[in-house]
């Protein structure tokens, strides 16, 4: 079984509609992640958690929200999806232990479009 | 502010020819991590390599090396001998303390390898 998981894997959803995109992870990672992926630009920080009680915002965090259910769940929502939302979205972890220099682990990613 | 550049946004390459791609970072920091992902049609990311600023020896794994020059800061991925396999958008990334321990990714290099 794969370490971190998405859920959905692909998604097609309408302007304004509320989406949950869901991400567990059997690693034991305190950190967690979401970004999004758009042609040409790489992969950009929305949200991040280092614990259950820790949520910051990444670069792009408008637009978007989180929970982090427990240490092994992280969740991100769109409120009202919006078509400039249409991206592909990984959520990714990372040991707490080495600080800056750890490797992140990246789930399979969910392709999200909004008509 | 931590910034990555990878100038190269598409490469194509005839099978067994040699490949460099090109990465230059930003940071105010003297204490940070290098990474390279890769990213194969099937979408997931792979690891491939983390650098700390404190070691510049090149390292080689396989046919895979990298080339780390403080000086320029440049931390460049050279692929010899390419195969179709090796096909795929290629990251690099930096993570600093200055960000929150988190990565700044690279727009990527999308790499083909052509039979």
């Known amino acids: 079984d794969a370490d971190v998981t998405q859920t959905p894997r692909n998604r097609i959803t309408k302007t304004g509609k509320r989406i949950m995109l869901e991400c567990s992870q059997t690693?034991?990672?305190?950190?967690m992640y979401w970004y999004r992926q758009d042609p040409g630009l790489g992969l950009r920080l929305i949200y991040y958690?280092?614990?259950?009680?820790?949520?910051n915002k990444g670069e792009i965090s408008d637009g978007y929200s989180v929970s982090r259910q427990a240490q092994a769940k992280f969740s991100l929502s769109l409120e009202s999806a919006i078509p400039n939302q249409t991206a592909l979205y990984f959520c990714?972890?990372?040991?707490?232990?080495?600080?800056?220099?750890?490797?992140?682990?990246f789930g399979p990613g969910t392709r999200l479009t909004v008509l | 502010a931590q910034k990555v550049t990878q100038a190269q946004t598409e490469i194509s390459v005839v099978e067994k020819e040699d490949v460099t791609l090109d990465c230059v970072y930003e940071?105010?920091?003297?204490?940070?991590?290098l990474f390279w992902y890769k990213q194969p049609p099937s979408g997931e990311l792979v690891f491939l390599i983390r650098?700390?600023?404190?070691?510049?020896q090149n390292e080689i794994s396989g046919r895979y090396s990298w080339n780390f020059q403080k000086s320029t800061s440049s931390f460049n991925f050279t692929i010899t001998a390419s195969q179709v396999v090796d096909s795929a958008v290629y990251f690099c990334?930096?993570?600093?303390?200055?960000?929150?321990?988190?990565?700044?990714f690279g727009p990527g290099t999308r790499l083909s390898v052509l039979p």
């Open positions: 990714a972890t990372s040991d707490l232990t080495g600080g800056i220099g750890n490797e992140q682990f």
């Open positions: 940071t105010r920091d003297t204490t940070y991590y």
């Open positions: 690693k034991g990672h305190d950190r």
């Open positions: 958690s280092f614990d259950v009680k820790d949520i």
């Open positions: 990334a930096l993570s600093d303390l200055n960000y929150g321990q988190n990565f700044v």
């Open positions: 650098r700390n600023s404190f070691d510049e």
